[in-house]
């Protein structure tokens, strides 16, 4: 069975419900803690940052976790092609270690800088829309998604906005499809306002991946939309009408949420066979 | 001319703890950082065609609300236009970087707020910024290359290079000596250049 590590810095807080769902797309998922020897991440197939605040976001959020020995090694494994996703503060991680968009090795060319929408700062925790690109990480992160590929994912953060004051990284990130996913509007159009645009984001970006494909920074938080008991009652469109159908039913409230694709994706980026995911 | 107020923990400062712990893993071979310190700095412009009439207010409101300075963690200092003297000087044995955000740093929301419980007339613009104070022992005893320190942890430009600024959200300069206020003002107030341009 293919093997995932989801890295447990002091301070994140999204660790468990990561496990939980890529246990139920048939993963193995454990919990490393980041001050456990490096060695504790050989043999791992994948890995994930989960979204928090590691260490309480001193600084700036991620810029002390990305320098751990820890995260060092899953550079090193993201050499060899294996994925890495971070989630939300997991996201900020990887942006502070130079691994996205990771253009020139080492690196660091962006930030997740401090949200920015007119008359409003700081924190912002609300379900957005995103629409998934056909980047060099689509094949990877997104194989699960079929039909519309305009899909609801839940926000949670106060450093959200992609952003480089390199013009040359901007647009490589443009031209090369790195940007994956997009916040837009209800039309499926790119955001152009708050609240569609929640932070003001380059590209509106919500998810920005490597040249490789194989590490993606996504500021959404899938695990939390991955069942449909977590879409909101009163969501708009397809998932809200599937989501109020489902009220009395235990079993339609545990079928597959919004965001499930992305670890069904993975799922079968390992070779984990259909039969061995629970298929809502 | 602006008023300024510098404002940090009396209290144990946990992100200043942080990064002299991340710092020193960071810094030139031989170099020591013997501590490190964190300020929060707010400047306070006249609006146009007026005086420092605000400043009496302002001060009143510092010193008798919470609304900049809980004084049961904080300590402040506030020096009016005409009070603040010609420089912003380093603290006795420190190097410093002053940091701001790369966008607009005039804090309109913050303005909005403080008039809103503290009417007062003539408060122009709030900007903000942040200083990072460091004591930085260079080897045996020699003083230290401060250039070297600089690049090691000020302006985050790898993995392992860089940690109290992310350039792409954040500009600074390193303040080595005293900087004149109008040097400030103008770094607070002046557009951030694109960075490859910048270079």
């Known amino acids: 069975m293919a093997r995932v590590a989801v890295l447990q810095i002091p301070g994140v807080n999204c660790e468990y419900e990561t496990v939980r769902v890529l246990e139920e797309v048939g993963l193995e998922a454990r919990i490393v803690r980041s001050n456990e020897p490096s060695s504790a991440l050989a043999d791992f ?10 260490f309480q976001d001193r600084i700036r959020a991620g810029a002390v976790a990305a320098k751990l020995p820890a995260v060092e ?37 962006m930030a997740l800088a401090p949200n920015r929408a007119p008359r409003r700062q700081g924190y912002l925790c609300r379900w957005t829309r995103v629409r998934a690109g056909q980047g060099p990480g689509a094949a990877l992160w997104t194989s699960a998604l079929e039909g519309d590929r305009v899909v609801p994912l839940p926000i949670a953060h106060g450093e959200g906005r992609f952003e480089t004051a390199d013009p040359a990284v901007a647009a490589r990130i443009e031209t090369g499809g790195l940007a994956l996913f997009r916040y837009v509007d209800a039309e499926g159009s790119p955001a152009a306002h708050y609240p569609d645009d929640p932070n003001g984001a380059m590209l509106q970006a919500a998810g920005i991946t490597n040249a490789r494909g194989n590490v993606l920074a996504l500021m959404p938080h899938p695990e939390r939309g991955s069942w449909l008991f977590q879409v909101p009652l009163d969501w708009a469109g397809a998932w809200g009408e599937r989501r109020r159908s489902a009220v009395g039913s235990r079993s339609a ?7 499930r694709f992305l670890f069904e994706s993975l799922a079968r980026h390992l070779g984990v066979p259909r039969a061995e995911r629970v298929v809502a | 001319m602006s008023a300024v107020l510098r404002t940090r923990l009396k209290i144990a400062d946990l992100t200043a703890w942080t990064a002299l712990d991340a710092a020193r ?27 420092a009439d605000f400043e009496g207010p302002l001060g009143h409101a510092i010193e008798s609300s919470n609304f900049f300075v809980n004084p049961n963690k904080e300590q402040y200092r506030f020096l009016g236009a005409a009070d603040r003297g010609a420089a912003l000087v380093p603290p006795e044995g420190a190097w410093g970087i002053l940091a701001r955000a790369r966008g607009e740093t005039r804090d309109d929301g913050l303005r909005e707020r403080l008039l809103r419980e503290h009417p007062m007339n003539g408060l122009g613009s709030i900007r903000r910024g942040r200083l990072w104070w460091l004591w930085v022992e260079g080897p045996e005893g020699r003083s230290a290359d401060l250039e070297a320190c600089y690049r090691a942890v000020g302006p985050v430009t790898g ?18 000596g005293p900087v004149s206020w109008d040097a400030v003002e103008a770094f607070l107030r002046a557009p951030a250049a694109p960075r490859r341009e910048a270079a």
């Open chain 1, 45 to 54: 197939d994948a890995f994930v940052l989960p979204g928090g605040f590691a």
């Open chain 1, 73 to 109: 090694r899953i550079a090193a494994e993201a050499g060899e092609g294996k994925p890495v996703l971070g989630v939300c503060n997991g996201a900020q991680v990887l942006v502070e270690a130079g691994l996205v968009p990771g253009l020139e090795r080492g690196a660091v060319e």
């Open chain 1, 253 to 259: 409230l545990d079928e597959a949420g919004p965001g």
């Open chain 2, 25 to 51: 893993k960071l810094l030139p071979a031989g170099h020591a950082l013997r501590r490190l310190q964190r300020e929060e700095i707010f400047v306070f412009e006249p609006a146009e065609g007026r005086g």
């Open chain 2, 159 to 176: 993995s392992r290079r860089g940690l109290l600024v992310n350039p792409h959200s954040e500009t600074d300069f390193k303040i080595d």
